[in-house]
Each structure stands twice: as C-alpha cells, then as structure tokens.
C-alpha cells in the first residue's frame, strides 16, 4: 500500500467518524500535523505515530510476505 492510499483510507474514516484533524491527532495523542501528512500522502510520517492514529480510526494493518508464509508452514510441520 502506497502512502497516498493509506491517506484517503484515513480521511475517510476519520470523516465518517465526524472528527476534525484536531480531534482525531487529540484523540491519538499526536500534532495534527501528523495527521494532515498521513492524509496528504507523505512518506516520512513516524510509524508509532501512524499507528496511534489507525487505533483510534479501528484500522488494523496486515502484513503478508512470502517469508512469513514459508515460516507459518514450516511451524506448521514441526
């Protein structure tokens, strides 16, 4: 997922939720910078911070690598 995606995911559920910027970066415990840079798409927005916005939206991330797989079924075999 691109940061511009993950932007518009964010502004959308942040509008649906009725929240100014300000409510949602109180809510989160960041500047409402940070949240005008995840919903504008820029790349260099801290992860701790990303990710106390995203809990306070009910947006979880999944992560999938084909190394992870191959470890979920070596696991699997033990």
Same mark, same amino acid.
């Given at each position: 997922m691109i940061p511009e995606e993950? %932007? !518009?995911? /964010?502004?959308?559920h942040r509008k649906k939720s009725g929240l100014t910027q300000k409510q949602l970066a109180d +809510?989160?415990?960041? %500047? !409402?910078? /940070?949240?005008f840079d995840i919903e504008k798409g820029k790349a260099t927005v801290q992860m701790n911070?990303? +990710?106390k916005v995203l809990e306070v939206?009910?947006?979880?991330?999944?992560?999938k690598s084909p190394?992870?797989?191959?470890?979920?079924?070596?696991n699997e075999e033990r």
């Open positions: 993950l %932007g !518009k995911i /964010v502004f959308s +809510l989160a415990g960041v %500047g !409402k910078t /940070v949240v911070s990303l +990710l939206l009910n947006i979880t991330v999944e992560l190394v992870m797989k191959q470890m979920e079924l070596h």
